[in-house]
């Protein structure tokens, strides 16, 4: 009886591990998703700043004010872009560096890309 209560324990380990890492793989795709739309969000703001911007130099009117406007909202987008990476690369057991944003695998001490230390 003993063989089998150690195979029965080693499947419900084995489900309960396959359980969690099924888990991760869908909540890395819902924020894959999410990064996505995110970009497409960053796209079409800096395609507004642009053509706002355009016509302002065409009209010669000033659009200082419009452009700091757009310029912090975009700041935040990005923020929330990198915290999206940040989640995805602790699901992938993965080190996002700080200054190029470049995933590293979670025991490096310089990263791959830019050399910078971690």
């Known amino acids: ?3 089998f209560e150690d195979v029965i324990i080693k499947a419900r ?8 890492k099924t888990g991760e793989i869908v909540e890395i ?5 999410a990064v996505s739309e995110l970009e497409g969000k960053i ?11 355009y016509n302002a130099a065409k009209e010669r009117t000033d659009c200082t004010e419009y452009v ?3 310029a912090e909202a975009v700041d935040k987008l990005y923020l ?3 915290s999206l ?5 602790e699901l992938k057991s993965e080190k996002r560096c700080s200054k ?4 590293n695998a979670q025991d490096a001490n310089f990263c791959q890309k830019c050399g910078t230390g971690l």
Do not use: H, P, Y
């Open 1 to 3: 009886m003993g063989v």
């Open 13 to 20: 380990t084995a489900a309960d591990f396959a359980g969690r």
């Open 29 to 33: 795709a819902k924020l894959r998703l």
């Open 43 to 53: 796209s079409r703001e800096f395609l507004e700043l642009g053509k706002k911007v």
């Open 68 to 70: 700091n406007t757009k």
């Open 80 to 82: 929330e872009l990198e």
């Open 85 to 89: 990476n940040d989640r995805i690369a």
């Open 100 to 103: 190029c944003g470049f995933a």
